[in-house]
């Protein structure tokens, strides 16, 4: 098959096109528009002028971006803990369980993250609004209501955020936990180990790289969380869940200014670079291990 | 003892969480059976389908749901077509150049688009994009395409090559061998590389939000997100779009699965 060597890579012209055009291009004249005046209307938007390091300048002077840059990070954090924990400890106890129980409990879970954002948000909306089902909840129980998306809007939108993406965790950890082999579970469970510190001791170290993916993908997919945010706190109130992401969107789209909101999606797009390359490091190392068992 | 214990906990713990990630959507589906629905979670006084009817048969619903199905079945078309010529050549081909672009494509899954929609934004306004379906299949297949040629590679590394090395003794070249040969055998991998593009597009709220103007071109999510900005929220009719809304989503994941059993044993493959 080796006689018209030229023809196989018209294969790969169509995805190649598609994806310099719309992603690399787009990916490069962020770096270059971040260094501009780019306005949305008015005169800036005929002309380009570089101003240099100016929107980086403005940037880090700006205290709504230092604080948006603390609300990611807390964002983000919460999100892989809360996602992480929650997601292996749903694979780790549908282990071993009657099949109806993993069948309901697994969807029921799926729901979440297979629902339209929008959707998720909605539900999400409903759940933690003030006269809401989780304080109806609380109130059965005689717990007073608490206003969730005021008084606590950051930890809100961690717990929505928990909801819709814990499935995919769960789906990683329960793949992870079919290949422990389960006959050094069964010795250690002879040997007098408890169930808990077998998780910490056996399962946790085995799975160590399937943690770390996990984070990864997570943490890639956090940042650019947008729709859920905005559809349940706008961002509000007072900032207190501005992210780097809805402060991008404010900046370019209702402020006008897209070179301000350019220079910040930078900062987002690098922090993307540097976990996406690394994710890509140890896929591609895993490979090579794989290899050369 | 101990482990019959434990067992018991186990369930316990199982119930609670099902029980919190249930009453959300518990919310949504009593709220669009019942006539006067509210934010706070209620049995409906009586069951009625009135919400489902008023929302079906509104003009403006009609025409987003019919604009997110032409965007979601356009990503689909476009990503299924590159993916599996590229998929094919980079399963089939192992070279320097063909594993560098193999990782630069790796690479790519993990970027979030989100980050990319105000450069994209100027983009589209300069070549006369914006505001056009057409503009915003092509780039949501961008961010959806470098994973799903990551997909289409593995699903086509588990056909054997001796297939088409008959193939080709009998004279086909390497597109007769990829679309007589390959493409029936590797067909569920094509749906299902189809359909999560399908739903990724089908969901997508920001891209529309930012990219999109005219009220005729408005997709589900956005017509749904303007529920929220309306004067009085009327939860009923939202509960029901909601409904109506997910169907396609939650009928297609279940499709999918039933591919991916079909003799794929995929790891990793389930990234949204």
Redesign the interface.
């Given at each position: 098959?080796k006689k018209?060597p030229v023809?196989?890579?018209v294969?790969?012209?169509?995805?190649?096109l598609?994806?310099a055009?719309?992603?690399l291009?787009?990916?490069l004249?962020?770096v270059a528009?971040s260094f501009t005046d780019?306005a949305l209307t008015g005169s800036n938007a005929k002309q380009l002028t570089f101003v240099g390091l100016s929107n980086y300048a403005k940037m880090f002077a700006d205290t709504k971006v230092l604080r948006a840059a603390r609300n990611t990070v807390v964002f983000t954090l919460g999100s892989i803990a809360g996602q992480s924990i929650?997601g292996f400890?749903?694979a780790y106890?549908?282990r071993e369980?009657r099949v109806w129980?993993r069948r309901?409990?697994g969807s029921?879970?799926?729901?979440?993250?297979?629902?339209?954002?929008?959707?998720a948000a909605?539900?999400?909306?409903?759940?933690f609004?003030d006269?809401?089902?989780?304080n109806?909840?609380l109130n059965l129980i005689g717990i007073k209501g608490i206003s969730w998306l005021f008084t606590y809007p950051m930890l809100t939108v961690i717990l929505a955020n928990i909801?819709r993406g814990t499935a995919?965790s769960m789906?990683?950890y329960q793949?992870a936990l079919d290949d422990v082999d389960t006959s050094i579970l069964e010795s250690a469970m002879l040997d007098g180990c408890g169930?808990i510190s077998s998780i910490f001791r056996i399962i946790l170290p085995v799975l160590k790289k399937t943690v770390a993916t996990n984070s990864?993908?997570i943490t890639?997919?956090t940042?650019?969380?947008?729709?859920m945010i905005w559809?349940l706190t706008g961002g509000g109130p007072g900032g207190k869940t501005n992210t780097m992401?809805v402060l991008?969107?404010v900046n370019?789209?209702q402020n006008s200014q897209?070179g301000y909101?350019?220079a910040i999606?930078m900062a987002?797009?690098v922090i993307?670079?540097v976990?996406?390359?690394l994710?890509?490091r140890m896929?591609?190392e895993g490979e090579k291990n794989e290899a050369q068992d | 003892m101990k482990r019959r214990i434990n067992r018991k906990i186990a369930y316990l713990l199982l119930t609670v969480i099902a029980i919190l990630w249930v009453l959300p959507i518990l919310w949504m589906v009593l709220a669009s059976l019942d006539g006067n629905a509210n934010i706070f979670i209620k049995i409906p006084d009586q069951i009625t389908l009135d919400n489902f009817f008023r929302v079906v048969g509104d003009t403006s619903n009609q025409l987003a749901m019919l604009n997110s199905l032409v965007l979601s079945f356009g990503v689909a078309f476009c990503v299924m077509f590159a993916s599996t010529l590229a998929g094919y050549v980079l399963s089939r081909y192992q070279s320097r150049t063909t594993r560098g672009y193999l990782y630069t494509i790796l690479f790519m899954t993990t970027l979030p688009g989100t980050v990319l929609i105000v450069p994209v934004y100027k983009m589209f306004v300069m070549l006369k994009f914006y505001d056009r379906i057409g503009g915003i299949i092509i780039f949501l297949s961008a961010t959806t395409l470098p994973y799903s040629i990551w997909m289409m590679k593995n699903f086509i590394d588990n056909i054997p090559i001796e297939i088409e090395e008959a193939a080709a003794v009998d004279g086909a070249g390497y597109w007769q061998a990829l679309y007589h040969v390959v493409a029936p055998l590797v067909l569920p991998g094509i749906c299902c590389v189809a359909i999560r593009a399908f739903s990724a597009a089908w969901g997508d709220f920001m891209t529309p939000y930012i990219l999109l103007s005219s009220p005729s071109k408005a997709m589900a999510s956005v017509t749904m997100y303007k529920y929220f900005d309306a004067f009085s929220v009327s939860y009923g009719n939202l509960a029901a779009f909601s409904i109506l809304y997910s169907i396609p989503s939650v009928f297609l994941y279940i499709l999918a699965q039933k591919f991916m059993s079909k003799g794929f044993a995929m790891s990793g493959a389930n990234k949204g």
């Open positions: 098959m018209q023809r196989k890579f294969f790969l012209l169509p995805a190649t598609i994806i055009v719309f992603f291009i787009p990916a004249l962020c528009y780019l929650l400890s749903i106890l549908l369980k129980v309901v409990v029921i879970v799926m729901i979440g993250w297979v629902m339209p954002e929008v959707v909605t539900c999400m909306n409903s759940f609004a006269r809401g089902t989780l109806a909840g909801w995919f789906m990683n793949a169930e990864m993908l890639l997919s940042l650019g969380c947008f729709g559809i992401t991008m969107y370019a789209f897209l909101g350019v999606s987002l797009l993307g670079v976990f996406g390359l994710y890509t896929l591609g | -």
